[in-house]
């Protein structure tokens, strides 16, 4: 298949946190940056994809029209902690079929305060039976990973202090702070295994990139990052324990979402995983970010304890994860995550992330994965 | 004159059979004729293939812990748990080699182990605006 090239040409975000600021200032902000970084003008736009998932129908529209109410198509996307990485899809599709030759992909959230209302997510048998706790899912897996492989407390904190470490140098983290393994491993449980400075929390934040099309490129003379691939699934049956499932099959073996999706990614950007030389990945829990190097084919199954033990994945490691800090120190607002990882990751192409920069890096992956197996996989390419 | 007690499922379909003999209530299943999955209470399409052509079962009683975690903070919203929080745990209990069934757990927190037996305990949650009492389950250890 002969598909045109789509390029990122700017990027912006507005950090992610907690603030007293409407939905529409934190994503038009971020939007606004995007335009600037990119030296376009929002009525250059020809078309806009917000991914949110708390926020109200028709945010896009709400979110845009404070850079001017221009009259182009802008649609809401949701697939849950995939939002973004739908949102970019659509974009890329929209300059892959001609239809637009520059489009602006946002992402936004603000999250209500406190504990997120469950019956958003669970039924309410669920619910009475005490079943509504994101984190029980994510810490059964963990439990049966230790069981299976001898994966340790100790390379599950090993993850939440490597992220921690990488947040220090990044303004869009909601926590830019160092903490030590021991801080990690003496902090409470929340569902065991997995602990307190293990977990990412739901926060606010937005960010957005402008997509070109070549000929765009070309006529504005800008340098874009390639978008080499982009793959959005839901997961196969009994294949992903995660919320809110009720059960999970006995016989069936089916890949995760995540080996699927990276499948799919790598076919289409014509890698492997090998020629990648940073990842963002989803750190819903720091168990979970061992389950994924091990789903993108970093290493093989039951070794991704060993993986972040050996330094691997430390920046200066053979394949950095989560140079940003990971969404456990950014904190995770779901429709704005992956485009936040984009943002880092368009960044570290660029070659200007500083402190946190991966030498050389050519070649980035961005990875995110939540409700109902969402999961989406973006590849970019200098 | 009817002596039966009133009692309903806290989720229609989850059980097979009356309610009146808890001793006697075993979880429902709807097995698929087209691919020969399970999936747990009365269905109308098999959660793998889509497939309509279900049959109900009654899945044995009797399961093991596949994996498990402790719920250390009382889970938001409408939770039926004692009143006064404590830690359980929740689990997902594998049963007659087909489905793992996400349950809470009866037994102490520091006796849980993946691989224990465990025995299906249904019991009755509350009484509901109508009057009749609602049934939930949870699985225990053998003796219990
Ligand atoms: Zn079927």
Request: proline share 5%.
């Amino acid at each position: 298949m002969n598909v045109s090239n789509v390029y990122i040409i700017g990027s912006g975000y507005h950090s992610f946190g907690r603030f007293d600021k409407s939905y529409q200032q934190i994503g038009s902000e971020a939007a606004a940056a995007a335009l600037s970084d990119a030296g376009v003008e929002w009525r250059d736009i020809q078309a806009a994809y917000m991914a949110r998932m708390y926020l109200p129908a028709t945010s896009g529209a709400r979110i845009l029209r404070c850079l001017g109410a221009t009259d182009i198509s802008v649609i809401d996307i949701e697939a849950a902690c995939a939002s973004g990485g739908a949102a970019l899809l659509q974009g890329m599709m929209a300059i892959r079929a001609g239809d637009a030759d520059l489009v602006l992909v946002a992402g936004t959230e603000k999250m209500p305060r406190g504990f997120m209302d469950p019956s958003m997510i669970y039924s309410p048998w669920q619910i009475e039976l005490g079943m509504s706790m994101n984190p029980a899912y994510w810490s059964m897996r963990a439990m049966r990973h230790m069981h299976e492989y001898g994966t340790t407390h100790e390379q599950i904190a090993m993850v939440a202090h490597k992220n921690h470490l990488n947040s220090v140098h990044n303004p869009m983290a909601m926590y830019q702070k160092e903490f030590s393994m021991e801080q990690i491993l003496n902090s409470p449980l929340v569902c065991d295994p997995i602990r307190l400075l293990e977990i990412c929390a739901p926060n606010d934040g937005a960010a957005a990139v402008i997509l070109a099309s070549e000929r765009k490129v070309r006529e504005l003379g800008a340098k874009g990052i390639r978008v080499a691939a982009v793959a959005h699934t839901i997961s196969r049956y009994s294949s992903d324990f995660r919320c809110p499932a009720e059960t999970m099959s006995a016989t069936m073996d089916n890949l995760g979402p995540s080996e699927v999706t990276a499948a799919r990614a790598y076919e289409a950007a014509g890698i492997g995983v090998d020629e990648i030389d940073c990842f963002e990945v989803q750190d819903t829990d720091a168990f979970c970010e061992i389950e994924i190097y091990e789903e993108l084919g970093l290493c093989g199954v039951g070794e991704g304890g060993r993986l972040v033990q050996d330094g691997q994945t430390r920046i200066g490691g053979a394949t950095p994860v989560n140079m940003s800090g990971g969404l456990i120190s950014k904190g995770e607002p779901v429709g704005a995550s992956h485009l936040g990882q984009i943002v880092e990751l368009v960044a570290q192409l660029r070659g200007t992330c500083g402190p946190r920069q991966v030498e050389g890096a050519k070649t980035a992956l961005g990875h995110v994965l939540g409700a109902g197996g969402n999961c989406a996989i973006t590849i970019l390419q200098k | 004159m009817s002596t039966e007690t009133n009692r309903i499922a806290i989720k229609d379909g989850l059980f097979a059979g009356p309610l009146d003999d808890l001793a006697d209530v075993h979880l429902c299943g709807s097995k698929c004729a087209a691919c020969g999955e399970t999936g747990l209470g009365s269905l109308d399409a098999c959660p793998n293939c889509g497939s309509a052509d279900l049959s109900p079962v009654a899945l044995g009683n009797r399961g093991t812990l596949y994996t498990y975690t402790i719920v250390r903070h009382r889970p938001p919203g409408n939770y039926r748990g004692p009143a006064e929080f404590k830690p359980f745990g929740l689990g997902l209990v594998e049963v007659d080699g087909v489905l793992r069934i996400m349950a809470p757990l009866l037994p102490t927190i520091d006796d849980l182990r993946i691989g224990m037996p465990l025995r299906l305990h249904p019991y009755v949650l509350r009484t509901d605006e109508n009057g009749a009492e609602v049934i939930a389950f949870a699985y225990g250890a053998m003796g219990e």
